[in-house]
């Protein structure tokens, strides 16, 4: 039998790091307007780092109780799903700012996003990917009832 520790970490991690993940989101977006790119690329930082921890997370625990009936696997596959395309956009967003990077990325970020709303779209998709974030982890908090307790 599995114990309930990836569970509590990724009830944690999908609880809290979903408004973070918010919030800094927010703090891009108010750089981005002050014209700061100090703070753009601080909070853009941040926002990658925020969206790694929770998709690996997601992805330790999906693995981690593959054959455990308690963990529904849809629900385990999709936090997998949304934090992994929160951490890529982001990671994409990151990318197109160094120039060894830039080119490749350009062409990707034309093709997936047109026009002058790509931003908008970038950011619409951080928005999802941190509440579906939180979604799943009260998922996970919610599967915690399922498991005995090993004290």
């Given at each position: 039998m599995k114990d309930k520790r990836?569970?509590?970490?990724?009830?944690?991690?999908?609880?809290?790091?979903?408004?973070?993940?918010?919030?800094?989101?927010?703090?891009?977006l108010a750089a981005g307007i002050g014209a700061s790119r100090d703070g753009a690329m601080m909070a853009l930082a941040l926002l990658v780092t925020t969206f790694g921890i929770i998709f690996f997370v997601a992805l330790k625990s999906a693995h981690y109780y593959k054959e455990d009936e308690r963990v529904n696997q849809v629900g385990a596959n999709l936090f997998v799903a949304s934090s992994g395309v929160g951490f890529v956009v982001t990671l994409l967003l990151a990318l197109v700012n160094i120039p060894m990077f830039s080119g490749l990325v350009d062409w990707i970020m034309d093709a997936l996003f047109d026009g002058s709303e790509g931003f908008e779209r970038v950011l619409g998709l951080m928005f999802l990917s941190s509440i579906l974030s939180v979604v799943w982890g009260i998922y996970y908090a919610l599967c915690l009832r399922k498991f005995k307790d090993s004290n």
């Open positions: 990836w569970a509590k970490i990724s009830a944690f991690v999908g609880i809290l790091g979903g408004p973070l993940a918010i919030f800094f989101a927010l703090v891009l």
